[in-house]
């Protein structure tokens, strides 16, 4: 320990100042600077303004990608969605639980904001709408069925619209299991063995280009709302913010955090942390997240404790830039 | 002849207690943080009217300018507060102020940066300042979420974009159960109270800890060779 001690508290010859001193007006340069960086945002202000890009809504998903929002909701039902599936702290499944040798952060506080994507992202949207027998019936049909049923009949549904969107990807020809209306934009599905599922879904797609399930996800839990986690998630499950990402540069594989739409700059300060997401073994990484927030946590104990550091500390002593700054002085000297 | 005047009589003065009757300290809390305070930073220390002739070069005008990039975000920030924080979307004004904000972190950040590798350059840790060091790195670091989460309470499509972005990272360790990049009222009570807060604590810290110890002093020629460890001192300069 006393080593240890030693080499945290090594030899140092700074001696305090006996030299002589000139008149320094503290204040009058912190007044000045607070002018001169005012100005500074103030010019950029008037140059370049700041970006303000309008966000999306579901009913703009639901009308400008109808399929999508569908084959989302779809997956939200049988539970194959990417929240669905997540983990804490929005349920007790596992896909995007990542881990660090034998230690699971992810699941030590449990699940604190709890989405059960087939009731919240479904059923309670379908339930709000009033005088509608068939949909009243369908969704009756549903609820009544084992969950095992219910699971095949949402599979059934979510198929042919997988299909359709992986060969769209693909730029492949289209299945036509799907067809979209051009003027209405309604979405049919030949899909056997789906139940009640068609019905549910051509009444949500019809509540979603309304709004209706953006004011149902918002006004679920009380009439103030701050929370925005079940839209949000709804709508990163689907295509519609990913597509106005990569429009706007902002993708991992692009610029990332460290760009704002428009081309502004964003948290450039960040270039480290994202640097490693281009990297293996990072990027490859089924607890790629994890990984990289435990290297930046270990990095900047590293670099608060430069001062305790053999080595890192020693190292302006021997690169000359201290001569640069202290110029006027050792000339003076 | 008549008599000269005299002074009235004076009611009886109370003897000042002799010097050994004082108490070697104050009796109260108060009276022993104000002793602590003044001897740690008499007046003419905290707030001192000349400078060491070394203090003369660009690079301490990083440091003054990170104070002055906080105040204009502090000014800034306030203003959208008191407005609230839709305001700034649907009014001119209010965009310019939020375009001011933007600017100023901006600024912030980059005169930060820039104060930070030169006082590594200069080994500002020497003579008993470790904890300058210490507390001028913590602010870096706490700004940065401190930043994130003005980013994510935007109530705009970058807000959308980088809060279910950044979600995973924040649920992987563990804190996205407080931390919740996806609850705007949340991330908007830590962008305008609890970070802030702590980033101007911090700040303050350090900016008493350099004016106790004083400027850095260069670095002696003689010994930038092979001279001892620039190790920080337990004793204060």
New interface residues.
């Given amino acids: 320990m006393s080593r240890l001690g030693a080499m945290?508290?090594?030899?140092?010859?700074?001696?305090?100042?006996s030299?002589?001193?000139?008149?320094?007006?503290?204040?009058k340069?912190?007044c000045i600077?607070?002018g001169?960086?005012?100005l500074?945002?103030?010019i950029?202000?008037v140059l370049?303004?700041?970006?303000?890009?309008?966000?999306?809504t579901i009913a703009q998903w639901s009308r400008e990608l109808p399929v999508n929002f569908v084959a989302t909701a779809a997956e939200e039902l049988d539970g194959t969605s990417a929240t669905a599936e997540y983990g804490?702290?929005y349920n007790h499944n596992s896909s995007?639980v990542?881990h660090f040798l034998f230690l699971h952060?992810?699941?030590?506080?449990?699940v604190?904001?709890p989405i059960n994507t087939e009731v919240d992202y479904v059923i309670d949207p379908l339930e709000t709408i009033p005088d509608d027998p068939t949909l009243k019936a369908a969704l009756a049909a549903y609820q009544a069925a084992p969950a095992k049923t219910r699971k095949a009949w949402g599979e059934a549904y979510a198929k042919p619209l997988e299909e359709y969107e992986a060969a769209g990807e693909e730029n492949k020809p289209l299945p036509k299991t799907v067809a979209v209306n051009p003027s209405t934009g309604e979405v049919s599905v030949q899909a056997s063995g789906a139940g009640p599922v068609p019905t549910m879904m051509a009444s949500l797609l019809t509540l979603a280009k309304a709004g209706g399930v953006d004011g149902s996800l918002l006004t679920s839990s009380q009439f103030f709302q701050?929370?925005?986690?079940k839209p949000?998630?709804f709508?990163?499950d689907g295509g519609l913010?990913e597509k106005?990402?990569e429009a706007?540069h902002?993708l991992?594989e692009q610029w990332?955090?460290m760009n704002?739409?428009g081309s502004?700059?964003?948290?450039?300060?960040?270039w480290l942390y994202t640097f490693w997401y281009q990297i293996e073994p990072f990027k490859a990484s089924p607890?790629g997240?994890?990984d990289?927030?435990l290297v930046m946590a270990a990095l900047?104990l590293l670099?608060?404790?430069?001062?305790?550091l053999?080595g890192v500390?020693?190292l302006?002593?021997?690169?000359?830039?201290?001569?640069l700054?202290?110029?006027?002085?050792?000339q003076?000297? | 002849m008549s008599a000269p005047p005299t002074q009235p009589e004076l009611p009886a003065q109370p003897e000042p207690p002799a010097a050994s009757a004082l108490p070697a300290r104050p009796a109260t809390w108060t009276g022993r943080v104000r002793e602590a305070a003044v001897a740690a930073l008499p007046p003419e220390k905290l707030l001192p009217e000349s400078q060491p002739t070394y203090v003369a070069s660009w690079i301490y005008v990083f440091g003054v300018a990170s104070l002055a990039s906080l105040v204009v975000i502090v000014a800034s920030g306030s203003i959208l507060a008191l407005k609230g924080p839709a305001w700034w979307h649907y009014t001119g004004v209010g965009h310019f102020f939020n375009s001011i904000h933007l600017w100023s972190v901006e600024l912030f950040f980059f005169v930060m940066v820039v104060h930070l590798w030169g006082k590594y350059w200069m080994a500002a840790w020497r003579g008993g300042r470790a904890r300058v060091w210490v507390t001028g790195a913590v602010t870096f670091l706490v700004a940065v979420p401190c930043a994130l989460t003005g980013y994510v309470s935007q109530q705009n499509f970058d807000a959308q974009w980088i809060s279910t972005q950044a979600k995973d990272a924040m649920n992987a360790v563990g804190v996205g159960a407080f931390f919740n990049l996806t609850n705007f009222g949340q991330m908007y009570s830590y962008h305008v109270l609890l970070l802030p807060v702590a980033v101007v604590g911090l700040v303050v810290a350090h900016v008493l800890l350099v004016r106790r110890h004083g400027v850095v002093p260069p670095i002696p020629l003689a010994s930038s060779s092979s001279g001892p460890s620039d190790g920080p001192r337990g004793a204060s300069s």
Avoid: N
């Fill in positions: 945290l508290r090594a030899k140092d010859d700074t001696q305090p100042w030299g002589s001193y000139a008149p320094y007006d503290l204040v340069e912190l600077a607070v001169v960086i005012a500074l945002a103030i950029l202000t370049f303004s700041s970006p303000d890009e309008k966000p999306s804490p702290p995007s990542q952060p992810q699941r030590w506080l449990g604190s904001h701050t929370d925005y986690t949000l998630l709508m990163a913010l106005r990402a706007e902002l991992g990332g955090m704002e739409t502004y700059p964003g948290q450039v300060w960040l607890s997240d994890l990289v927030m900047s670099f608060v404790c430069i001062p305790f053999p500390r020693d302006p002593r021997r690169v000359p830039v201290y001569k700054i202290w110029r006027e002085h050792y003076d000297a």
